[in-house]
């Protein structure tokens, strides 16, 4: 069990309240190292979502949070970011416990997070209204920025704290109230931070939170005329069917979809920190990662050397439960997640790629407790395979080969999606023609997998819409508005005045 005050039930909060699930509703939480149960927790069903939503719509139409002082408002997110960081040894281990990934990363998430809410804390302090110049003295012509309103915010289950933050941060800055959904599989650390969030005293009704299946209470989030913006972080499919299910309501949805992101290398490329950038960008949290490079793509006269180091590597690294400081990397989410990895590794056989290391599960009794999945590399793997172009969520890297920089670029656009691309070369002409070139959201040159919260994150294609971090983070929860102001009006004229 976890026995840790920041995560005990109940684990609802509406309206300002801890309360437990309407239909009395539970989940267990397993730990995806062992198995076993962390807690129990509160589960909502529809009438809990759609109270959330009330609340939330309440306190955005006649509470106070829409008109509190920008001022007040930064000073709620630097009060969150300071709990957090007091609190930040007990929320990775949270963290570690729920998705599995090592204590080390867990920790640079928790940095990360604390890292976003003070970034918006002072984006929101440099913000100031347009003037527009209308060539009319007498007129005051001004744009400014509103809070969208009510916000449904969903998030996925790799990084749940991580990706909620990125969420609700903007939002709070933004002036917008909100109903916080995490993922099923990994409530607790986003059940933490409302419990912060609260403990700052963020007025009731602006954050709520819920916690259930999307099938239970997704509908009352994102088919209802009372939330004006959904932001949804997870799988194209269900991206797909949250903006259907919006759309005859015109409600505003931005979508971060994932990625199948390619990690090209040059020839000339520094050998040892490339394979090492690909062995990280593919195995990181067992290559549960959105913007994983799970698609190396090397120049023919150093593929075989590369991909042999590679699986040397692969098979040194140490995994095993997040909690041991000797593990490198974690289980998979779950059971059911490694049920899906191992399907895709026999398809990549049956497509005819070269199983070079993995793919099997691990014979160690401890490890066959969890759902651990060794890092599996395919090598001879060609751009129509299923393998290669679809997301597989795990760690599992493919190996395609070129010759030519039209043929490395070709190969690197040759995806539905486009998140995330990284290049390595020491030509710097070369590297800035591929970078501008590559189709994908964040490029890397020379380097992997690196981000900053006044960057924009988002991706092109079936990698989704709209952005989140940097200004463009903040705009996404804000509505701009024209103020015409005429100082000395006059009678226009435009229709005469007479009797005939």
Same mark, same amino acid.
């Given at each position: 069990? /976890?026995?840790?005050?920041?995560?005990?039930?109940?684990?609802?909060?509406?309206?300002?309240? *801890?309360?437990?699930?309407?239909?009395?509703?539970?989940?267990?939480?397993?730990?995806?190292?062992?198995?076993?149960?962390?807690?129990?927790? %509160?589960?909502?069903?529809?009438?809990?979502?759609?109270?959330?939503?009330?609340?939330?719509?309440?306190?955005?139409? !006649?509470?106070?949070?829409?008109?509190?002082?920008?001022?007040?408002?930064?000073?709620?997110?630097?009060?969150?970011?300071?709990?957090?960081?007091?609190?930040?040894?007990?929320?990775?281990?949270?963290?570690?416990? %729920?998705?599995? $990934?090592?204590?080390?990363?867990?920790? =640079? %998430?928790?940095?990360?997070?604390?890292?976003?809410?003070?970034?918006?804390?002072?984006?929101?302090?440099?913000?100031?209204?347009?003037?527009?110049?209308?060539?009319?003295?007498?007129?005051?012509?001004?744009?400014?920025?509103?809070?969208?309103?009510?916000?449904?915010?969903?998030?996925?289950?790799?990084?749940?704290?991580?990706?909620?933050?990125? &969420?609700?941060?903007?939002?709070?800055?933004?002036?917008?109230?909100?109903?916080? &959904?995490?993922?099923?599989?990994?409530?607790?650390?986003?059940?933490?931070?409302? $419990?912060? =969030?609260?403990?700052?005293?963020?007025?009731?009704?602006?954050?709520? /939170?819920?916690?259930?299946?999307?099938?239970?209470?997704?509908?009352?989030?994102?088919?209802?005329?009372?939330?004006?913006?959904?932001?949804?972080?997870?799988?194209?499919?269900? #991206?797909?069917?949250?903006?259907?299910?919006?759309?005859?309501?015109?409600?505003?949805?931005?979508?971060?979809?994932?990625?199948?992101?390619?990690? =090209?290398? +040059?020839?000339?490329?520094?050998?040892?920190?490339?394979?090492?950038?690909?062995?990280?960008?593919?195995?990181?949290?067992?290559?549960?990662?959105?913007?994983?490079?799970?698609? @190396?793509?090397?120049?023919?006269?150093?593929? %075989?050397?590369?991909?042999?180091?590679?699986?040397?590597?692969?098979?040194?690294?140490? +995994?095993?439960?997040? @909690?041991?400081?000797?593990?490198?990397?974690?289980?998979?989410?779950?059971?059911?997640?490694?049920? $899906?990895?191992?399907?895709?590794?026999?398809?990549?056989?049956?497509? #005819?790629?070269?199983?070079?290391?993995?793919?099997?599960?691990?014979?160690?009794?401890?490890?066959?407790?969890?759902?651990?999945?060794?890092?599996?590399?395919?090598?001879?793997?060609?751009? *129509?395979?299923?393998?290669?172009?679809?997301?597989?969520?795990?760690?599992?890297? !493919?190996?395609?080969?070129?010759?030519?920089?039209?043929?490395?670029?070709?190969?690197?656009?040759?995806?539905?999606?486009?998140?995330?691309?990284?290049?390595? !070369?020491?030509?710097?002409? /070369?590297?800035?023609?591929?970078?501008?070139?590559?189709?994908?959201?964040?490029?890397?040159?020379?380097?992997?997998?690196?981000?900053?919260?006044?960057?924009? *994150?988002?991706? +092109?294609?079936?990698? #989704?819409?709209?952005?989140?971090? #940097?200004?463009?983070?903040?705009?996404?929860?804000?509505?701009? &508005?024209?103020?015409?102001?005429?100082?000395?009006? !006059?009678?226009?004229?435009? +229709?005469?005045?007479?009797?005939?």
């Amino acid at each position: 069990m /976890l026995d840790d005050e920041l995560c005990s039930p109940p684990n609802l909060y509406i309206d300002g309240k *801890w309360v437990h699930a309407a239909g009395g509703g539970t989940r267990e939480i397993v730990n995806p190292a062992d198995g076993s149960v962390l807690a129990t927790i %509160d589960e909502a069903d529809r009438a809990d979502a759609v109270g959330a939503v009330a609340a939330a719509r309440a306190a955005f139409d !006649t509470g106070g949070w829409p008109r509190t002082p920008v001022a007040e408002r930064i000073g709620y997110l630097l009060r969150i970011a300071e709990l957090l960081d007091a609190e930040r040894d007990a929320m990775a281990r949270i963290e570690t416990l %729920d998705t599995g $990934k090592t204590l080390r990363e867990s920790h =640079i %998430d928790i940095d990360d997070v604390i890292a976003v809410f003070r970034y918006y804390a002072n984006l929101a302090s440099t913000q100031a209204d347009r003037l527009v110049d209308t060539g009319d003295p007498a007129v005051i012509s001004r744009v400014v920025r509103e809070p969208v309103g009510v916000c449904a915010l969903i998030a996925p289950w790799n990084y749940p704290l991580l990706q909620m933050s990125w &969420k609700i941060a903007p939002a709070l800055a933004a002036g917008c109230t909100m109903v916080a &959904k995490p993922s099923e599989v990994t409530p607790l650390s986003t059940i933490a931070l409302v $419990k912060l =969030i609260d403990r700052a005293g963020v007025p009731p009704g602006v954050v709520n /939170l819920i916690q259930s299946s999307g099938a239970t209470v997704g509908s009352a989030l994102t088919d209802t005329p009372d939330v004006d913006l959904i932001s949804f972080t997870g799988g194209a499919q269900t #991206g797909a069917t949250i903006a259907r299910t919006a759309a005859p309501h015109i409600t505003r949805v931005a979508l971060e979809l994932g990625g199948k992101n390619p990690h =090209i290398i +040059f020839p000339d490329a520094d050998f040892d920190s490339a394979v090492d950038a690909v062995l990280t960008g593919a195995f990181l949290h067992s290559g549960q990662v959105c913007s994983a490079g799970t698609r @190396l793509i090397v120049h023919d006269t150093i593929a %075989d050397r590369f991909v042999a180091e590679l699986a040397r590597r692969a098979q040194r690294i140490r +995994f095993g439960p997040g @909690l041991d400081p000797a593990s490198e990397t974690g289980p998979l989410v779950s059971e059911q997640h490694r049920d $899906k990895v191992e399907a895709y590794v026999a398809l990549g056989i049956s497509e #005819g790629a070269r199983l070079v290391t993995g793919g099997e599960r691990p014979a160690d009794p401890v490890l066959r407790a969890g759902s651990f999945y060794p890092p599996t590399i395919f090598d001879d793997c060609r751009r *129509w395979m299923r393998l290669v172009q679809e997301e597989t969520f795990g760690p599992i890297l !493919t190996v395609e080969r070129f010759g030519t920089e039209a043929q490395a670029l070709a190969l690197g656009n040759d995806t539905a999606y486009g998140l995330a691309a990284g290049v390595r !070369t020491a030509d710097a002409a /070369l590297g800035e023609r591929m970078v501008r070139a590559l189709r994908h959201g964040t490029v890397w040159l020379n380097d992997f997998g690196y981000y900053t919260p006044a960057a924009e *994150w988002g991706g +092109f294609g079936r990698s #989704g819409t709209g952005r989140e971090l #940097g200004p463009s983070g903040l705009a996404e929860y804000q509505e701009t &508005k024209h103020i015409w102001h005429n100082t000395a009006p !006059t009678v226009g004229g435009w +229709f005469a005045d007479n009797d005939n």
